[in-house]
């Protein structure tokens, strides 16, 4: 009678143990990324203050399935090279930096916070990211003048993806900079900052 109790009693463990992996993989699964077609990026405003410019730009999930993103986007212009606007449209050059921010004005993540993992709910879900960078022509280190660009076309990939959204202007209908841009980590919210600060923080009394 021994021998039989302890071979149900294994039995019964053995059994138990695939119920007991598959929920502990269900509760560890991640949120599939966002998929170029799962989104679109709207360039919400930008600050422009004394040749410093600086852009917010929204990312909404407008699939029905909620999907993540997490970390930096990349960016390629479409122009020509100012002052130069009867050159036909290329694609341009320009050094880009990430950077973590620092959670304030300019938005990014406040010292010392990783870059989270945000979760877009289907349909309603926004995050956003700021671009920093000057509109005036400066002289560089080695003495030669930035390079300015101007472009109306803004292709944007996703972390990890292997093709591009489009993004349009909104300042003056054209995407202008001098010199190199910093990019910041996509975070949660409309505000592209953690801690998540109101827009009006940024820009005053914005339109909702």
Not at 167 to 190: D, K, Y
């Amino acid at each position: 009678m021994r021998r039989v109790w302890r071979i149900v009693l294994g039995t019964i463990a053995i059994a138990t143990l695939p119920a007991v992996a598959s929920s502990a993989d269900g509760q560890s699964a991640r949120v599939a990324p966002c998929s170029r077609t799962a989104v679109a990026i709207t360039t919400y405003m930008a600050n422009v203050a004394a040749g410093s410019v600086d852009e917010l730009y929204w990312i909404r999930n407008v699939s029905d399935q909620r999907c993540s993103l997490r970390g930096f986007v990349h960016v390629v212009y479409i122009g020509t090279y100012s002052p130069r606007p009867v050159m036909k449209a290329h694609r341009l050059v320009i050094v880009e930096r990430d950077s973590y921010g620092t959670g304030g004005v300019y938005g990014g993540l406040h010292h010392g916070l990783a870059v989270p993992m945000v979760v877009l709910p289907p349909r309603t879900g926004v995050a956003s990211f700021w671009i920093s960078g000057t509109d005036e022509q400066f002289h560089q280190a080695n003495g030669r003048a930035s390079r300015c660009i101007m472009s109306f076309t803004m292709r944007v990939w996703l972390p990890g993806a292997t093709a591009a959204l489009t993004a349009v202007p909104q300042r003056a209908g054209t995407f202008f900079w001098c010199g190199s841009i910093t990019i910041m980590p996509i975070l949660a919210g409309r505000s592209g900052s953690d801690p998540a600060h109101p827009l009006s923080y940024f820009f005053g009394n914005p339109s909702p």
